[in-house]
């Protein structure tokens, strides 16, 4: 499947086509874009990039877990080798009277070599474990630390629900791989190698006619390899897309209730669920083929030792011994084979969350400091953007050469109609993208030139879609300022006056919000912001649409808290309620991508152009 190919679903409860009632399939807003690579070989690459993570641990704990598998391995493959040597020295020696004395000591290595090999195990265990734990803790503290720094181009293009995948399914499933299947595996390829080779030492003839199905067996083995990873690969595609729909379902439940499409949603969820559980008892089915053909294999192994076994006991070539030894190891001969064949899907679908996790890890963030990048202190707050062109998606010009002179301490306004590209000012203005032609420039420096961090560190922001994260109204406002104090939060609260209505929570500033901040109104997530904001105490403040949710009397409230909060700084003022902006230093009127006027108000309105046109757009849809 290609990889950038969208792959639309629709609801199996209605017809996917238009109907003949002419209406259009509700379903079409299910696109989910597929991030998975199918048909691609095994890679051994991405295995030798996963070993990088144990490297930390490969001077104390690594070595200990290889002992310890060495261990476990020889003691587990010497006792047959006693046990044939029991029967045939102690119980039924070919000379001689059988020995009381020669089996306890037999017995008495037997238990040392069993109390050996659990000990082994068990630290194997142990300490795999905490390897393992490790290399996760690791492994999901990069890709969250990667993800953080990514730039909004990313955002843009991915539904939250794959990225969360990421983060926790694909980690998830390294997890088996690190707890235990890096080290099963060696394990199994050490003791089938052991096995075989004890088997041709001790009757070369025999246990070349016990193994002589293997290769016939990887022969058959190797086209349904192919089988299985390409069932495995399907899961994993079937599981994201299943996970994107969760995360949108859940984000926009409001939504979907508001316009009462829950059974739609649940049609749609359903059947994604059903492709899912299909896929995955498909792989599950395919990959247990794998036991049939390991057991027909091993069948056909016992016959040959059992038939070729008894002939060389009659020809006395072999002791008892010698073949009950050789029945003990060819039964775990085949062991080994076929937990290796299981490990083998586990270890395609480790590769393929691997090779998914090391996409988002090499990732580059489209914005990134530069090498010589220099720190920002204390600026002015003077802003220039110099012949900007910018465009979200290729030929899709969203600014179209804007040029804009914005002195210290000035407010600036922008206006216009929707998607005329006040919020990409904004956008490119605190660095979330890079223009394509032109630069912006904070006191006479381009802003690519500096460190983001001292950057945004200068530029407070405030939007209309408020983030509240779950902690206390508190914590929330800190966000602001991590080292403000208790005192300092209380006073920035009242100078926005979100002050009354925290005071009248039940917990006041110690009240729980939770993420997204839904017990509190749109109003107040909003005072919360502006709090944030004038606690940052930023140069440069940014209001986008920050006044539209809340009501004309707290609107005049806070019109006087705005005027501390922006006073003696460059203000940026994004607002379709005009009379929000109507004292602005400086309103700049923007259409399609230009600056089509600026000034005013008063100028703006003797100009009778656009802002003109809206102005009394809204007194007549307010008059109305
Ligand atoms: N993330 C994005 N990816 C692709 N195109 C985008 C993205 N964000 C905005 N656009 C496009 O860029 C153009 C300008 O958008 P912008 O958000 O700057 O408009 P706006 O004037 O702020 O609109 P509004 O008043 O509705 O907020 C629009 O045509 C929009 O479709």
């Given at each position: 499947m290609?990889k ?32 998975e690579v199918m048909e691609k070989p095994f890679d051994w690459s991405q295995l030798k990039r996963l070993g990088v993570y144990l ?115 694909d980690?998830?499933s390294l997890?088996d791989l690190f707890?235990n299947g890096v080290?099963n595996v060696l394990?199994d390829c ?27 067996m990887f022969l058959v083995s190797t086209s349904l390899r192919k089988k299985i990873r390409r069932a495995w690969q399907d899961v994993r595609t ?45 792989a599950s089915?395919t990959n247990?083929s794998f ?46 084979i076929?937990r290796l064949g299981q490990m083998y899907s586990q270890l395609l679908v480790a590769m393929a969350s691997s090779e998914r996790i090391f996409e988002?890890?090499d ?262």
């Amino acid at each position: 499947m290609n990889k950038q190919e969208p792959v639309q679903y629709s609801n199996p409860q209605q017809d996917t086509s238009s109907s003949a009632s002419g209406k259009k399939d509700t379903t079409e807003r299910f696109v989910y874009q597929d991030d998975e690579v199918m048909e691609k070989p095994f890679d051994w690459s991405q295995l030798k990039r996963l070993g990088v993570y144990l490297k930390p641990y490969s001077k104390q704990l690594l070595p200990i877990v290889i002992l310890m598998m060495v261990l476990g391995t020889i003691t587990r493959l010497a006792i047959p080798f006693i046990i044939s040597q029991a029967i045939d020295k102690a119980i039924a020696p070919a000379a001689g009277d059988p020995s009381v004395r020669l089996l306890l000591i037999y017995a008495g290595v037997m238990l040392v070599l069993y109390l050996i090999q659990w000990g082994a195990n068990t630290f194997r265990i142990r300490y795999t474990n905490i390897i393992g734990q490790r290399v996760i803790y690791d492994i999901r503290h990069d890709i969250f630390k990667h993800i953080q720094k990514l730039s909004f181009n990313f955002f843009d293009k991915r539904p939250a629900g794959s990225v969360l995948v990421r983060v926790t399914n694909d980690v998830n499933s390294l997890q088996d791989l690190f707890t235990n299947g890096v080290v099963n595996v060696l394990i199994d390829c050490v003791q089938l190698v052991g096995i075989m080779i004890i088997l041709l030492s001790l009757n070369f003839k025999l246990g070349l006619a016990v193994m002589i199905t293997v290769p016939l067996m990887f022969l058959v083995s190797t086209s349904l390899r192919k089988k299985i990873r390409r069932a495995w690969q399907d899961v994993r595609t079937k599981q994201s897309r299943l996970n994107a729909h969760l995360s949108e379902s859940i984000q926009g439940i409001r939504v979907t209730q508001a316009f009462t499409q829950e059974k739609e949603n649940i049609g749609f969820f359903d059947k994604m669920n059903t492709e899912n559980r299909q896929s995955w008892n498909y792989a599950s089915m395919t990959n247990q083929s794998f036991g049939p053909i390991i057991e027909v294999t091993g069948a056909i192994g016992a016959f040959i030792l059992f038939f070729y076994g008894a002939h060389l006991i009659q020809s006395t070539e072999i002791t008892v011994g010698l073949f009950v030894a050789f029945a003990s190891y060819v039964g775990n001969f085949w062991e080994p084979i076929n937990r290796l064949g299981q490990m083998y899907s586990q270890l395609l679908v480790a590769m393929a969350s691997s090779e998914r996790i090391f996409e988002f890890i090499d990732m580059k963030p489209i914005v990134d400091d530069k090498e010589q990048a220099e720190n920002l202190d204390n600026i002015e707050g003077n802003i220039r953007f110099d012949n900007i062109v910018f465009e979200y998606e290729k030929g899709r010009p969203a600014l179209k050469g804007i040029s804009l002179d914005v002195h210290a301490g000035q407010s600036i306004a922008f206006v216009g109609h929707t998607g005329s590209g006040k919020s990409t000012m904004i956008n490119l203005l605190c660095r979330f993208y890079d223009p394509v032609e032109g630069r912006v420039l904070i006191d006479g420096k381009d802003i690519r030139d500096i460190h983001l961090q001292s950057l945004r560190s200068q530029i407070g922001i405030v939007l209309q879609d408020t983030f509240i994260f779950s902690g206390t109204i508190r914590d929330n406002i800190r966000f602001g300022r991590l080292d403000a104090t208790d005192e300092e939060v209380e006073i920035a609260a009242k100078a926005v006056n979100a002050h009354e209505f925290i005071a009248g929570l039940p917990d006041g500033y110690e009240t729980e919000v939770q993420e997204r901040g839904s017990v509190l109104s749109m109003g107040q997530r909003q005072l919360i912001s502006f709090a944030r904001a004038l606690l940052a105490d930023p140069r440069v403040l940014i209001l986008d649409e920050a006044t539209a949710s809340i009501d004309t009397e707290t609107e005049l409230k806070i019109q006087e808290a705005l005027k501390t909060l922006l006073f003696g700084r460059t203000s940026f003022i994004i607002a379709h309620r005009l009379s929000t902006i109507r004292h602005a230093d400086n309103i700049v009127v923007m259409d399609h991508g230009r600056i089509m006027e600026q000034g005013n108000h008063d100028e703006l309105m003797r100009h009778g152009g656009i802002y003109r046109g809206l102005i009394d757009a809204q007194f007549r849809f307010l008059s109305a």
